[in-house]
């Protein structure tokens, strides 16, 4: 089985780490499993390491840290990062050493300040050797390859937590999950990773694609929301009815072509004689030409031979050119 093979890597080759109790040793105490989870959110384990051993000689104990100024925690957390987990830290360690130790559940670790899902299941893993998910960004990844997800971790998260669930063993929680995270970051690299010495290779769809880094696809890009527009083409003796678009707003005060408000909403025109795409920095405008009989309101006739002078914007350049090159072509 998977877990099988990965917890006999893990036994053959576990990094050995400051807050660490390798295979087979007592547990590590839960405080020292704490703070060094809360370390090493968004700090690397290379910088977490020395810091880690001067924080825990200057408090030993959850009590000792509890006892502690605020000023000082401070202070000492100076250069990691991220200060809010410092002041929860401090927090945190008054309200465990208030009830008189850390709780062993899951659910009860959650309430604590500055403990969240990744947190809890982490703790209950290592120090209490419950059976919990712990899914960090790299277990995202190891968990994405091997069963082929592609698709972004940020859309796939339900589902790589039940993968997740569907090979975490009853036993060795502690051992597993952190076998897990050694294989993300030291095999399972983002990058280039090392498929060759994976104990999971034979079992991994990634693998076989021969392109792993391809799992799981990076975040997508936020999409630009769309709108929609229409310009009227109204074209009378080789001049088309041009409008000055209103002050404010978008392209405020520019030269256009004729046409309603932009809309949320796509609509179907008869009469399309054009159309563009274009990317606005807030949002994409799909505009369509439509052919129109008579000019209203405002506005000038302009010869098509002096368009280029005419000062239009380029959306509007554009979808003077997306009737006319056509034009231009079938004359040619
Ligand atoms: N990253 C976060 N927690 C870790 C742990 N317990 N072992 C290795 N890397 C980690």
Not at 136 to 153: H, W
Not at 251 to 262: I, T
Not at 288 to 316: H, M
């Amino acid at each position: 089985m998977a877990a099988n093979r990965l917890l006999q890597h893990y036994v053959d080759n576990a990094r050995r780490l400051p807050w660490r109790a390798m295979p087979g040793e007592t547990p590590a105490e839960p405080y020292r499993v704490w703070l060094s989870e809360v370390m090493l959110q968004q700090t690397t384990v290379a910088a977490v390491s020395p810091r880690f051993e001067r924080f825990l000689r200057r408090w030993p104990t959850v009590d000792a840290l509890a006892a502690a100024r605020d000023e000082d925690v401070l202070s000492e957390w100076a250069g990691l990062g991220y200060y809010a987990r410092a002041r929860n830290l401090i927090a945190c360690a008054r309200e465990v050493a208030a009830r008189g130790a850390f709780p062993t559940t899951e659910n009860e670790l959650r309430k604590l300040p500055g403990i969240g899902a990744y947190t809890a299941a982490a703790i209950a893993a290592i120090a209490f050797g419950r059976r919990a998910l712990v899914m960090d960004t790299n277990v995202e990844r190891v968990v994405s390859r091997l069963n082929g997800i592609e698709i972004p971790v940020a859309e796939s998260r339900v589902r790589l937590r039940e993968l997740l669930d569907g090979m975490t063993p009853a036993e060795h929680a502690g051992d597993f999950a952190q076998a897990m995270m050694d294989l993300g970051s030291t095999i399972c690299r983002p990058r280039a990773p090392l498929c060759g010495g994976c104990p999971l290779s034979s079992d991994c769809v990634a693998c076989a694609s021969g392109e792993p880094e391809r799992y799981p696809a990076p975040k997508r890009k936020a999409l630009r929301p769309v709108r929609y527009g229409v310009a009227r083409w109204i074209e009378r003796n080789g001049c088309i009815w041009l409008v000055r678009r209103p002050a404010k707003g978008i392209l405020g005060g520019m030269a256009a072509l004729p046409g309603p408000e932009w809309t949320d909403e796509p609509e179907s025109h008869p009469q399309v004689v054009g159309h563009v795409t274009h990317v606005f920095t807030h949002f994409r405008l799909e505009l369509d030409v439509v052919a129109a009989a008579k000019p209203s309101g405002e506005g000038w006739w302009q010869s098509l031979d002096t368009l280029a002078d005419a000062g239009l914007p380029t959306l509007y350049r554009r979808a003077a050119e997306a009737v006319l090159l056509p034009r231009r072509a079938l004359a040619a």
